[in-house]
């Protein structure tokens, strides 16, 4: 099988088993337990599968009708680009930011590295400004 093929078959199971499904112990077997997270800022977080599991918690504690669908997917050796959208209701609590029952529609892109069958490495771009601006945390321009 290719590394397109692997990282297709492997991300495809990513987003309909992790994200969709609520299916959260599907990390250990998709997320190597050195997996870092290189986010937005230069901040380097090294979760493994429990930090992922976190995370993807917290977003369906939010958006728990959320879901995430695979738009592309780019692959050139040990990395895949993604782009993505994450569709949902947002009825419970993100961080400070109560429900707002908004309905909301964000894209992202993310690379992310695979050895072994395992994503070891992701750096991710979400449109925050838009999700906060969906959720009327912030303005939007037509509202300015």
Avoid: C
Wanted: no cysteine.
């Amino acid at each position: 099988m290719s590394h397109a093929e692997e990282h297709r078959k492997l991300f495809a199971r990513w987003f309909e088993e992790l994200w969709n499904k609520k299916n959260y112990s599907i990390a250990h077997e998709l997320v190597h337990p050195d997996f870092t997270a290189h986010g937005a800022g230069g901040q380097d977080i090294k979760q493994g599968p429990d930090g992922v599991i976190g995370m993807v918690q917290a977003w369906h504690t939010a958006f728990p009708d959320g879901k995430m669908t695979m738009d592309d997917i780019i692959t050139e050796g040990e990395y895949s680009t993604i782009r993505m959208t994450w569709r949902a209701t947002h009825t419970g609590p993100f961080g400070p930011i109560p429900a707002s029952g908004k309905k909301i529609e964000v894209t992202s892109i993310g690379i992310d590295r695979v050895i072994d069958g395992k994503i070891t490495e992701g750096w991710g771009e979400l449109n925050m400004l838009g999700m906060f601006m969906q959720m009327g945390v912030i303005p939007s321009p037509d509202q300015s």
